[in-house]
């Protein structure tokens, strides 16, 4: 990959840790000639007491290993209302995964688990997600149709999501320009899970049920670094209603991604925006390479209908294969299979991502669908072979290879081998397609893995439990005018403070903006200090320290109104609130204590530079003023901090100085 490759907007990826792109013969030097395309799918709790279709409370969870029942479901696909079966469904049902729950009493009823009808949606979920959708842009629609959403892979109980569309067709402005948003819905979030190990799924439900909104975007988007931009001007509105929850797993984004000749491909699961440039580039990439594969693949079999891979159980003695993986599985009973992919030579080790090839793609696909737990797969094309010379010739005979065919040799139990087969015949089939619609997991490295077949229209069906809801003119207004500050005008306002644009981030990502706001109202304390405070003094706290619990924001307001009533200098903040953020219980009296602060007037800690001053010409023959300065605030800071502003002693100390206290 050409090492000057940047975005529309100069974004220099070496930035990004990108791998190796093999055989583009012509080097990409933009994302416009790539023909990148991306939207978004932004999802976020809602801040509620209750969950969206039950009366159990929201937002309690629990040890994974503390639960009271466990439930095991066995997931069977549907027709949809056009007597066709969802491609993400039966994909599912081929896993034969057997799905546990753990459930905690506290957090889940019948409805969870599905023996009881939803109760009535959730009415103050509702008017969150209203509001929200209006501060987008939305046309909030005249009623309201709850749908079900097929998910077989056991992460809802039921079966299916039920989801609600509210508004549709907005718009969130970026830096250079607006992205389209298609549509926001209501729903209700998942299990968390726990494990999945072979064909063996738990899941905890105690997030289940949650109310969360999603924002879908249309794939206006043709550079990472504007995916991430959009990606954070969601989430901070989102924060800047003060309806939603914040912390881990409160918010996730899926990114879609395609070029010029690919496909949309989901990336599923996007805890951190951060990673959203990184992930974003290698999937466009991943996919380039695809597409040059399928040429490849092309040019050497013309005649794909008749192209089949060979699969071979190996029956004879492989007593002598030193790899212990393969010895335990031949000691357990499990069956060794070789398999000959003809003219695949060189496919399997054609990188797509960093660190990963083609091999890796169906690797994970025999993760997910044949439920393979690695180490269980070989290939020809392995830098460290396993096979000994006299194996390699009896494979070879076996499968019958020739020099342009790749070999790959897999153990797994009886039951797994057949789906084992279908599904590399099935994934090496798709690469003389190019690129497959499918959903894959974000990996925080900024590679991506097979999750499932991306799910089609065929999953949506109306949920027969619940009738339509109409959503009235003047409902909508009502909520309209409890409408927060616009984010546009949030940016406006710290522009105006002259904030430095490097707290924006922090300050939107805790909608502080209110409490700076407060702050400055009640206490008359400058905005841009406030903010700083924040953003660059507590920002840097957070990232030093582990408090006791979750650090409440509202505790600055405290410990500022705290000073200001005791007349110390704002100075001594920065000694407070790592304290304060530690032990946030803490009475600020007994913080003063830990510090074993003293008040000292000003008068007095003034007179102490003159006695200072020849002390140190006592024990220092240093001539340079600079020198005695820092000296002398050296000493006194600890009298001082507090009880003085530390420029005014500073500046008290230096005019000393330059009339001759020098000398």
């Given amino acids: 990959m050409s090492k000057d490759f940047k975005s529309e907007k100069n974004y220099k990826l070496s930035k990004i840790k990108v791998g190796y792109t093999p055989r583009i013969k012509t080097p990409i030097k933009t994302y416009k000639e790539l023909g990148f395309m991306s939207g978004l799918e932004v999802h976020q709790q809602l801040k509620t007491k209750e969950k969206l279709f039950c009366r159990c409370p929201a937002g309690l969870y629990s040890d994974f290993d503390d639960y009271d029942a466990e439930l095991i479901r066995h997931m069977r696909p549907t027709l949809s209302e056009m007597g066709t079966y969802d491609g993400t469904a039966l994909m599912e049902f081929r896993t034969k995964k057997n799905i546990t729950y753990r459930i905690k009493n506290e957090t889940t009823c019948t409805y969870d688990i599905d023996d009881t009808p939803p109760f009535p949606i959730n009415r103050e979920a509702l008017d969150y997600a209203i509001q929200i959708a209006l501060q987008l842009k939305l046309n909030i629609v005249g009623e309201l149709h709850i749908t079900r959403k097929q998910y077989l892979d056991g992460s809802i109980p039921t079966g299916f999501q039920r989801t609600a569309i509210i508004g549709i067709e907005g718009v969130i402005p970026l830096k250079k320009k607006k992205i389209r948003v298609i549509q926001l819905s209501i729903e209700e979030d998942s299990c968390r899970e726990v494990s999945d190990i072979g064909h063996e799924r738990i899941y905890q439900t ?6 969360l909104i999603e924002t879908v975007t249309y794939p206006d988007m043709k550079t990472p670094d504007e995916v991430l931009e959009a990606a954070q001007y969601i ?3 989102n924060r800047s209603s003060g309806k939603v929850r914040v912390g881990i797993g409160a918010g996730r984004e899926d990114v879609n991604v395609s070029i010029k000749g690919g496909t949309r491909v989901e990336i599923k699961g996007v805890s951190h925006n951060k990673w959203i440039p990184e992930l974003s580039h290698n999937e466009a990439f ?29 029956d004879f003695d492989v007593s002598d294969i030193g790899y212990t993986p393969i010895k335990e599985a031949m000691n357990n009973g499990w069956k060794l299979i070789a398999c000959n992919l003809p003219d695949f030579k060189g496919i399997l080790s054609h990188f797509l991502q960093p660190e990963k090839t083609f091999a890796n793609e169906l690797e994970g696909r025999l993760k997910v669908i044949a439920c393979f737990e690695k180490p269980n797969f070989l290939h020809s094309e392995d830098m460290n072979p396993v096979f000994s010379e006299s194996l390699l010739k009896q494979r070879k005979k076996l499968l019958n290879c020739k020099p342009n065919d790749a070999q790959i040799v897999f153990w797994a139990l009886l039951d797994d081998v057949q789906t084992a087969c279908e599904t590399i015949e099935e994934r090496c089939r798709m690469a003389f397609e190019g ?13 991506t893995i097979f999750e499932r077949v991306l799910p089609g229209a065929d999953r949506m069906y109306p949920d027969t439990d619940s009738a339509p809801i ?3 003119d003047e409902y909508i207004e009502n909520l309209r005018k409890e409408q927060p500050v616009d984010l546009v005008e949030r940016i406006k306002q710290m522009k105006k403070w002259q904030i430095p644009e490097d707290c924006f981030q922090y300050i939107l990502r805790n909608n502080l903006v209110p409490e700076i706001e407060r702050i400055n109202n009640d206490l008359r304390i400058d905005s841009k200090y406030i903010a700083t405070t924040f953003a660059h003094t507590l920002k840097h706290i957070e990232g030093q320290l582990i408090p006791d619990v979750p650090f409440p924001y509202t505790k600055v307001y405290d410990m500022f109104k705290f000073i200001l009533e005791k007349k110390l200098s704002l100075d001594i903040v920065k000694s407070i609130l790592p304290i304060i953020y530690l032990h946030s219980q803490m009475e600020f009296e007994s913080v003063l204590n830990s510090l074993e602060f003293e008040e000292h007037k000003k008068e007095a800690i003034l007179k102490n530079v003159s006695s200072l001053r020849s002390m140190f010409t006592k ?5 340079n003023p600079l020198a005695v300065e820092k000296w002398i605030m050296g000493n006194l800071r600890p009298i001082a901090l507090g009880n003085v502003p530390l420029h005014e002693l500073n500046t008290f100390v230096r005019k000393f100085l330059s009339k001759g206290g020098a000398k």
């Fill in 470 to 472: 109409p959503i009235e």
């Fill in 619 to 623: 024990i220092n023959k240093s001539k």
């Fill in 435 to 447: 690129v497959p619609n499918e959903t894959r997991k974000a990996l925080e490295d900024g590679t």
């Fill in 286 to 314: 991943r996919q380039k390479a695809l597409l040059i594969i399928k040429d490849e693949l092309n040019k050497r079999i013309p005649d794909v209908k008749n192209w089949k891979p060979i699969f071979k159980n190996v």
């Fill in 206 to 211: 105690d997030r289940l049920g949650i109310p």
């Fill in 235 to 237: 989430r901070f509105l």
